[in-house]
Protein backbone atom coordinates (compact mmCIF):
# COMPACT_ATOMS: atom_id res chain seq x y z
CA UNK A 1 0.00 0.00 0.00
CA UNK A 2 2.99 2.27 0.79
CA UNK A 3 4.52 1.34 -2.60
CA UNK A 4 1.03 2.82 -4.17
CA UNK A 5 1.04 5.74 -2.73
CA UNK A 6 4.61 6.06 -3.50
CA UNK A 7 3.94 5.85 -6.89
CA UNK A 8 0.80 7.29 -7.34
CA UNK A 9 2.40 10.55 -5.83
CA UNK A 10 5.27 10.46 -7.89
CA UNK A 11 3.27 10.41 -11.39
CA UNK A 12 1.37 13.17 -9.60
CA UNK A 13 4.18 15.17 -9.09
CA UNK A 14 5.67 14.00 -12.84
CA UNK A 15 1.95 15.57 -14.64
CA UNK A 16 2.00 18.52 -12.25
CA UNK A 17 3.99 20.79 -14.36
CA UNK A 18 2.09 20.04 -17.43
CA UNK A 19 -1.33 20.52 -15.75
CA UNK A 20 -0.66 24.31 -15.82
CA UNK A 21 0.33 24.81 -20.03
CA UNK A 22 -2.46 26.58 -21.19
CA UNK A 23 -4.95 26.17 -23.74
CA UNK A 24 -3.25 26.95 -27.15
CA UNK A 25 -5.95 27.49 -29.55
CA UNK A 26 -9.51 26.66 -28.61
CA UNK A 27 -13.17 27.85 -29.91
CA UNK A 28 -13.85 31.26 -29.55
CA UNK A 29 -17.26 32.56 -29.89
CA UNK A 30 -18.44 36.46 -31.09
CA UNK A 31 -21.56 37.68 -29.53
CA UNK A 32 -23.85 40.42 -30.44
CA UNK A 33 -27.36 40.00 -28.27
CA UNK A 34 -28.63 36.30 -29.66
CA UNK A 35 -26.42 35.97 -32.52
CA UNK A 36 -22.93 34.71 -32.18
CA UNK A 37 -20.21 33.50 -34.81
CA UNK A 38 -18.05 30.25 -33.40
CA UNK A 39 -15.16 28.45 -34.71
CA UNK A 40 -14.25 24.54 -34.75
CA UNK A 41 -10.81 25.64 -33.19
CA UNK A 42 -10.34 22.92 -30.06
CA UNK A 43 -7.05 22.52 -28.06
CA UNK A 44 -4.25 21.38 -30.66
CA UNK A 45 -6.65 21.96 -33.68
CA UNK A 46 -6.70 24.79 -35.77
CA UNK A 47 -9.77 26.48 -36.49
CA UNK A 48 -10.58 25.55 -40.12
CA UNK A 49 -14.49 26.44 -39.84
CA UNK A 50 -16.59 28.26 -39.24
CA UNK A 51 -20.33 29.33 -37.73
CA UNK A 52 -22.89 31.57 -37.81
CA UNK A 53 -25.97 31.91 -35.50
CA UNK A 54 -29.21 34.18 -35.97
CA UNK A 55 -30.74 34.10 -32.56
CA UNK A 56 -32.98 36.75 -32.45
CA UNK A 57 -36.42 36.65 -35.12
CA UNK A 58 -36.38 40.12 -35.44
CA UNK A 59 -36.18 39.77 -39.61
CA UNK A 60 -32.42 41.29 -39.38
CA UNK A 61 -30.20 38.67 -40.54
CA UNK A 62 -26.95 37.63 -38.57
CA UNK A 63 -23.70 36.85 -40.69
CA UNK A 64 -19.94 37.07 -39.79
CA UNK A 65 -16.88 38.69 -41.29
CA UNK A 66 -13.65 36.40 -41.13
CA UNK A 67 -10.03 36.40 -42.19
CA UNK A 68 -7.92 33.08 -43.18
CA UNK A 69 -3.88 32.78 -42.15
CA UNK A 70 -3.27 32.08 -46.17
CA UNK A 71 -4.79 35.67 -47.09
CA UNK A 72 -4.20 37.82 -45.15
CA UNK A 73 -6.90 41.17 -44.42
CA UNK A 74 -9.13 39.50 -47.23
CA UNK A 75 -12.42 39.55 -44.95
CA UNK A 76 -14.52 36.85 -45.88
CA UNK A 77 -18.68 37.37 -45.42
CA UNK A 78 -20.92 34.06 -44.16
CA UNK A 79 -24.52 34.42 -43.32
CA UNK A 80 -26.85 32.04 -41.40
CA UNK A 81 -28.95 31.66 -44.90
CA UNK A 82 -32.06 31.27 -43.33
CA UNK A 83 -32.06 33.70 -40.58
CA UNK A 84 -33.18 32.68 -36.99
CA UNK A 85 -34.52 29.31 -38.52
CA UNK A 86 -33.13 26.44 -36.97
CA UNK A 87 -29.63 25.67 -38.56
CA UNK A 88 -26.55 28.03 -38.73
CA UNK A 89 -24.59 29.34 -41.78
CA UNK A 90 -21.06 26.64 -42.26
CA UNK A 91 -18.41 28.07 -43.57
CA UNK A 92 -16.04 25.83 -45.86
CA UNK A 93 -12.97 24.07 -45.10
CA UNK A 94 -9.84 26.28 -45.55
CA UNK A 95 -6.91 27.44 -44.26
CA UNK A 96 -6.77 28.36 -40.40
CA UNK A 97 -9.49 31.08 -39.33
CA UNK A 98 -7.36 33.92 -37.80
CA UNK A 99 -10.18 36.20 -36.73
CA UNK A 100 -13.79 36.89 -36.43
CA UNK A 101 -17.04 38.79 -35.54
CA UNK A 102 -20.87 38.78 -35.80
CA UNK A 103 -22.46 41.50 -37.26
CA UNK A 104 -26.19 41.68 -37.81
CA UNK A 105 -27.89 43.34 -40.65
CA UNK A 106 -29.97 46.69 -40.01
CA UNK A 107 -30.42 49.91 -41.56
CA UNK A 108 -27.67 52.23 -41.69
CA UNK A 109 -23.91 51.12 -40.44
CA UNK A 110 -24.23 47.29 -38.94
CA UNK A 111 -23.66 46.45 -35.51
CA UNK A 112 -21.29 44.02 -34.87
CA UNK A 113 -19.73 42.31 -31.64
CA UNK A 114 -15.84 42.35 -31.10
CA UNK A 115 -13.01 40.57 -33.41
CA UNK A 116 -12.14 37.24 -31.70
CA UNK A 117 -9.05 35.23 -32.36
CA UNK A 118 -8.89 31.52 -32.72
CA1 LIG B 1 -32.18 38.02 -36.53
CA1 LIG C 1 -30.52 29.93 -38.86
Known sequence: MVRLIQRVAILGA???????????????????????SYDYGTGADYAHWLGVHDGESDNNGAYAIYRRTSTGSTDYRLDDPNGS??????????????QHHV???QVGPDPCGIYVYP
Open 14 to 36: LLLPFSFVPMVAGAVTSYYGSNY
Open 103 to 105: CES
Open 85 to 98: AAGDGNSPYGSRIS
